[in-house]
């Protein structure tokens, strides 16, 4: 699988003002400094668990970006697709 890597470079409505996504085996979500690119707060998700993907970036930007990381994350994330029928 070939990682994907998005950066969303918001501005002062998000920790930091960026945001860095990269999706593999596992989603990495970084809160980074807008200016030095330095790691304010960050995860690793099981791609599985996009609750937690979705309360992560809600409680570190505002709903509106949040959503667009979120939708970008759902649109990539190739292994949820593939375990689609294993979560109904």
């Avoid at 400094?33 to 690793?44: E, H, L, P, Q, R």
């Avoid at 996009?50 to 970006?65: K, R, S, V, W």
Wanted: charged share 25%; aromatic share 10%; glycine share 4%.
């Amino acid at each position: 699988m070939r990682q994907k890597v998005k950066t969303f470079n918001i501005g002062e409505t998000v920790l930091g003002g960026t945001i860095r996504v990269k999706i593999k085996h596992n989603i990495t979500i970084d809160f980074c400094s807008y200016k030095t690119k330095n790691v304010i707060d960050g995860a690793i998700f099981n791609p599985l668990l996009m609750t937690d993907i979705h309360d992560f970036l809600n409680e570190n930007a505002t709903p509106y970006h949040a959503d667009i990381v979120y939708q970008w994350i759902l649109k990539n994330n190739s292994i949820r697709k593939d375990n689609k029928n294993e979560l109904l």
